[in-house]
C-alpha cells in the first residue's frame, strides 16, 4: 500500500533562513508526487508537483522540491523563509488503482517562522 | 474562473443526526474526491464520483455516502454522526484526461462539528 511519511511535526525557523521540509514515500511503481501548503482553516493549495523528467521541480512561492528515487524522497526547500510561509505543509502521493487515482497525504509538517 | 466551492463552511450537529456536504468542482473538471481531515492529521480519501458513479472508495463505513449530479457537482452525505466524524472535509476535483496526472485543486473544506 501507498504511504507518506513526514518525519517532522513541527519546524521553527528564523525569516530569512533557509528550510528544508522531509517527505518520505513508499510506492510500488513511478509515483507522482506532490506538495500543498493549508492555512489554518482553509483548503490546501497546491506548491508543486513531480510526475517524471527533471528530478528538481520548481513551484510557486518560491519552494523547490527534489525527487530522489535512491532515497524514496520528495523533501521540499526554500532558500528564504518569510513569515507568510507559516503554515501546516502535506506532501502526498498519487496512488492509482484500477484506473482511478487517488492522493496520499502525509500527516503533516507545521512550520513556525519567529523574527 | 471560481476554483472548487464548497458549503456550508461551518455545520454543527447532533450525534446520530445526518449530514449532507455540497461541492461544485472547478470550471471543465469532471471527477470530485472527497477527503476527510481529522485535527492534526493529513487529510484521507473518502471516495471518487466520475460520471455520476463511485469509483474507488477508501476505509470508511457505509454511513458515508455520495452522489455525483450531472453538472459534475456533488453531495457527501454522513448518517447516524458520531462524535469521531467531527472534522474538515475537503472535497478535490480533477479532470480524467490522459493527461490530468492526479493533479486535483481542493476547496475551502466543511468544518464539520459533532456535539
Known amino acids: 500500500a501507498q504511504s507518506v511519511t513526514q518525519p517532522d511535526i513541527h519546524i521553527t525557523v528564523s525569516e530569512g533562513a533557509s528550510l528544508e521540509l522531509r517527505c518520505n514515500y513508499s510506492y510500488g511503481a513511478t509515483p507522482y508526487l506532490f506538495w500543498y501548503v493549508q492555512s489554518p482553516g482553509q483548503g490546501l493549495q497546491l506548491l508543486l508537483k513531480y510526475f517524471s523528467g527533471d528530478t528538481l521541480v520548481q513551484g510557486i512561492k518560491g519552494f523547490e522540491a527534489e525527487f530522489k528515487r535512491s532515497q524514496s524522497s520528495f523533501n521540499l526547500r526554500k532558500p528564504s523563509v518569510h513569515w507568510s510561509d507559516a503554515a501546516e505543509y502535506f506532501c502526498?502521493?498519487?496512488?492509482?488503482?484500477?484506473?482511478?487515482?487517488?492522493?496520499?497525504f502525509g500527516t503533516g509538517t507545521r512550520l513556525l517562522v519567529s523574527p | 474562473d471560481a476554483g472548487v466551492t464548497q458549503s456550508p463552511t461551518h455545520l454543527i450537529k447532533t450525534r446520530g443526526q445526518q449530514v449532507t456536504l455540497r461541492c461544485s468542482p472547478k470550471s471543465g473538471h469532471d471527477t470530485v474526491s472527497w477527503y476527510q481531515q481529522a485535527l492534526g492529521q493529513g487529510p484521507q480519501f473518502i471516495f471518487q464520483y466520475y460520471e455520476e458513479e463511485e469509483r474507488q472508495r477508501g476505509n470508511f463505513p457505509d454511513r458515508f455516502s455520495g452522489h455525483q449530479f450531472p453538472n459534475y457537482s456533488s453531495e457527501l452525505n454522513v448518517n447516524a454522526l458520531l462524535l469521531g466524524d467531527s472534522a474538515l472535509y475537503l472535497c478535490?476535483?480533477?479532470?480524467?484526461?490522459?493527461?490530468?496526472?492526479?493533479?486535483?485543486?481542493f476547496g475551502q473544506g466543511t468544518r464539520l462539528t459533532v456535539v
Open positions: 478535490a476535483s480533477s479532470f480524467s484526461g490522459l493527461d490530468n496526472k492526479f493533479e486535483a485543486f
Open positions: 502526498a502521493v498519487g496512488a492509482l488503482n484500477t484506473g482511478f487515482q487517488k492522493l496520499v
